[in-house]
C-alpha cells in the first residue's frame, strides 16, 4: 500500500502562519468583492453616503411652519378679528382663507388646500361680555400630528394671551405687579430638554441614522451570502475553489475585518460628519462616539452574518430585511415609549444591536452623556457582539462540516 502524505503544517508556528495568511487572504478577498459586486458597492457605500444626506435634508427645517388654515368667523366682533389677527401673526399657521359656512370650511381641507379650521361662534363675543367663558374650536388633520402640533399650539398660545388681557382689562386699578400676580398666580418657564426646538429632525434622524449603519450591513451581507451560494456548486456560502477557506475562525474573522474596514468611513460620514454639516445637536465627544461606536458595528457585522444563513439567493436579502427597518424603529422606543411595549416585544428588541445603538447614541449625542454613563448600552453591544461572533462561527462550522462531506461523498 502507498503510504498517503500528510500536507498540513506540523509546527505550531507554522499553523499560525497558515492561518494568518489565510485570514489575510479572505480578508482582501472579501474587500475586493465588496468593490466589484455592483449591489454590495450599493448599499455598503452609495446608500449610507446618500440616505442620510437625503433624510437629514428633508427633516433640516426641524418643525413645521405656516400650516395653511382656514376660519369660520359667525361672530365677526372686534374681539374675535384680534383673536385671529394674533394667531396669523403665530410663526405655526397661516389663514389662507376665511369661510361663509363649515362646509365650504371643510371642503378646503378635504381638497388639502388646508389643514385646519378655526371655528368663532356667534356668541363669542356675547359671552364675554357677559363675563361668561366663551370658547373657540380648532379643528385639525390628524393624518399628520405635525400639523395639530402647530395648529394647536399657535392656537393655546393665543388664547393664553388673550385670557391674560382680559382678566387685567377686568381689574382696574391693578399696579403692573398686581397685574402680573392676577395674570399668572403661578409663573413657569418652559424649558425644552435635550430639543429646544422640538424638531422633528433632532428628534428622528439620530435613531435613522443609527438604523442606516446596521440595515445596510444586512443587506451588504446578506448580498454577499446569496451570491456566495449561487456561485458555489454545493449551494453553500464558502467557496470550494478557495483553500484558504480552511478553518471556521481565519473565514469568520477574515470576513468581519473586511466589513469593519469598510464601515470605519461609513460610521465617521454618518455620525459625524452629517450631523455636523446639517447643523443637528452634537454633544458627544469623538473619542466617546468611536469607541461607542466600536461594539455596535461588530455586532452588526456578526449579527448580519449570523442571519445570512437564511439568504439562499441574491434577492432574498431584500425579501428578508428590507421590510423591518420601520418594526425596529418601533421597537427601539424611540418613536412609540419602551415603557408602553407588550413584554414579549420587549424582550425581541434586545436582540437587535439597533436597540442598544439607538439609545445610547441618543444618550451620547443629544443628552450629552458620558460613556459610563451609558454603560448598559454599551456592555449590552459588546455582549451581543460576542454572542452574535459565537453564533456566526456555529453557522460557518456547519458549512466547513457540510462542505468537508459533500466532498467526500463526491
Given amino acids: 500500500m502507498a503510504k498517503s502524505t500528510i ?12 492561518a494568518l495568511a489565510d485570514l489575510v487572504s479572505i480578508w482582501g478577498y472579501e474587500l475586493r468583492q465588496s468593490f466589484r459586486d455592483t449591489g454590495m458597492l ?3 457605500l452609495i446608500v449610507p453616503l446618500v440616505y442620510p444626506l437625503l433624510y437629514s435634508y428633508i427633516y433640516s427645517r426641524e418643525v413645521v411652519r405656516e400650516v395653511p388654515i382656514v376660519v369660520v368667523d359667525h361672530a365677526a366682533t372686534a374681539q374675535s378679528r384680534e383673536y385671529l389677527r394674533r394667531v396669523q401673526a403665530t410663526p405655526e399657521v397661516s389663514i389662507v382663507a376665511t369661510c361663509a359656512s363649515m362646509e365650504e370650511a371643510k371642503e ?32 385639525c388633520d390628524m393624518s399628520s400630528l405635525l400639523y395639530y402640533k402647530s395648529i394647536l399650539l399657535s392656537n393655546t398660545q393665543v388664547a393664553l394671551a388673550m385670557n391674560k388681557d382680559i382678566k387685567l382689562e377686568r381689574s382696574p386699578g391693578l399696579t403692573a ?7 399668572y398666580p403661578i409663573s413657569y418657564e418652559e424649558v425644552g430638554l435635550y430639543n429646544p426646538a422640538s424638531g422633528f429632525a433632532s428628534f428622528l434622524l439620530p435613531a435613522v441614522l443609527i438604523l442606516i449603519i446596521q440595515q445596510t450591513l444586512l443587506l451588504g ?17 464558502i467557496p470550494v475553489d478557495n483553500s ?3 478553518g471556521t475562525l481565519r473565514i469568520v474573522l477574515g470576513k468581519a475585518l473586511a466589513y469593519v474596514l469598510v464601515y470605519v468611513l461609513v460610521v465617521l460620514y454618518t455620525l459625524v460628519f452629517v450631523p455636523a454639516l446639517f447643523g443637528f445637536i452634537q454633544l458627544a465627544e469623538v473619542r466617546d462616539l468611536l469607541l461607542f461606536a466600536l461594539p455596535y458595528v461588530l455586532a452588526c457585522v456578526f ?19 428590507v421590510f423591518t427597518s420601520v418594526p425596529l424603529l418601533f421597537l427601539s422606543g424611540v418613536s412609540w415609549p419602551a415603557s408602553s411595549l407588550p413584554e414579549v416585544w420587549r424582550w425581541v428588541s ?21 460613556l459610563e454613563d451609558i454603560r448598559w448600552e454599551y456592555l449590552a453591544l459588546w455582549g451581543q457582539a460576542l454572542c452574535y461572533f459565537v453564533s456566526s462561527c456555529a453557522v460557518y462550522y456547519l458549512q466547513l462540516h457540510r462542505r468537508t462531506r459533500e466532498a467526500k461523498s463526491a
Fill in 108 to 139: 378646503y381641507v378635504r381638497m388639502r388646500r388646508a389643514y385646519g379650521i378655526i371655528y368663532m361662534p356667534r356668541e363669542f363675543s356675547q359671552r364675554l361680555l357677559r363675563g361668561e367663558q366663551s370658547y373657540v374650536s380648532v379643528y
Fill in 42 to 44: 450599493i448599499f455598503f
Fill in 7 to 18: 500536507t498540513q503544517p506540523k509546527s505550531l508556528r507554522a499553523r499560525a502562519s497558515k
Fill in 221 to 237: 451581507v446578506g448580498l454577499s451570502a446569496g451570491t456566495a451560494r449561487e456561485k458555489n456548486s454545493l449551494g453553500e456560502l
Fill in 350 to 370: 434586545y436582540l437587535v444591536p439597533s436597540t442598544f445603538g439607538i439609545n445610547g447614541y441618543i444618550k451620547l449625542n443629544s443628552m450629552g452623556a458620558k
Fill in 303 to 321: 449579527f448580519a452574518m449570523t442571519l445570512s444563513v437564511f439568504v439562499r439567493h441574491r434577492e432574498t436579502c431584500m425579501l428578508v430585511f
Fill in 177 to 183: 405687579k398686581q397685574g402680573e400676580v392676577l395674570a
Fill in 244 to 246: 484558504h477557506y480552511a
